[in-house]
């Protein structure tokens, strides 16, 4: 019987073991990976968009403006201004998220002040805007799927999302339009245009990171009505269904399901 208990002792002991040792892993990975991401984004900031006035979205966008109406650096003022929406994600989102976001922000502005000084890596405006754009999407894309974010403005668009009816993505959109409207008055409208591109290549990369190239869906749909909706679903998507017979667990009924898979680029 002593020799059972200790048995199961020895095994809780062990699963215990087990697991802060897999959350350890869990952590150390999520570190790097955000590291890499926020490190990703102050190189795309500093050696391709900033010296050559091109704009991020967001809060980082905002302190490029100031930045270059002032002398303040730009990797200060994007910390200062991150902390209060910091704050409310701690409070509204979770601790781990705000965490990661705060760690993000943090290696991301030291990588701008380390990276100050140096000449952009192109003066070539389109290429600044598209390698700048690309570079941008991997290291957000890169913190976003590992449980952070870069930009305050990521922060409320997800809080102000469950309170109304527009999308993340949306809310994100008219935030950025208002900044790009600003800096084609403080800078020109040249530069606004090539943020505003340098934004859709981020968008699309960003996508891409978190979602991979392929994104592939698909939906069972099981009614009555399923020529009426499958008829609805080739017509107004263009998307392809197959039809398949579905037998109730509890009425024994035979039904029609409709089958719809497509993939998204």
């Given amino acids: 019987m002593q020799s059972a208990d200790a048995t199961l002792e020895e095994k809780v002991v062990h699963d ?17 990976m955000i590291t890499l991401g926020a490190i990703l984004m102050g190189v795309g900031l500093e050696l391709f968009l900033v010296n050559n006035r091109i704009l991020d979205g ?9 930045s270059q109406l002032t002398p303040a650096p730009l990797g200060v003022l994007t910390f200062v201004l991150n902390i209060p929406f910091f704050i409310i994600g701690y409070r509204k989102i979770g601790k781990h998220f705000a965490l ?21 890596v192109t003066d070539d405006l389109l290429l600044a805007t598209v390698f700048g754009g690309v570079t941008l ?3 957000v894309g890169i913190v976003i799927r590992n449980g952070g974010a870069l930009d305050g403005t990521e922060i409320v668009s997800i809080i102000i999302n469950g309170k109304s009816p527009f999308s993340t993505g949306q809310i994100i959109m008219a935030i950025n339009i208002v900044i790009f409207l600003i800096a084609g008055l403080v800078f020109n409208w040249d530069r606004a245009m090539y943020s505003l591109i340098t934004y859709f290549l981020a968008y699309k990369v960003i996508d891409i ?6 994104e592939s869906k698909s939906a069972f749909i099981i009614s009555h009505h399923h020529k009426k909706i499958g008829n609805e679903i080739i017509e107004q998507l263009g998307k392809g269904v197959t039809y398949i017979d579905a037998t109730g667990g ?14 998204s680029f």
């Fill in 250 to 263: 509890y009425s024994g009924d035979i039904k029609k399901s409709d089958f719809c898979y497509y993939i």
């Fill in 58 to 66: 967001g809060i980082v966008g905002i302190s490029i403006i100031i």
């Fill in 16 to 32: 215990v073991f087990q697991k802060r040792r897999n959350k350890t892993k869990w952590l150390i990975y999520k570190i790097l």
């Fill in 100 to 120: 990661f976001t705060l760690y993000g922000i943090a290696v991301m502005s030291a990588v701008t002040l380390i990276l100050h000084d140096f000449e952009p």
């Fill in 137 to 139: 999407g991997l290291g």
């Fill in 209 to 214: 990171v978190i979602s991979g190239l392929d």
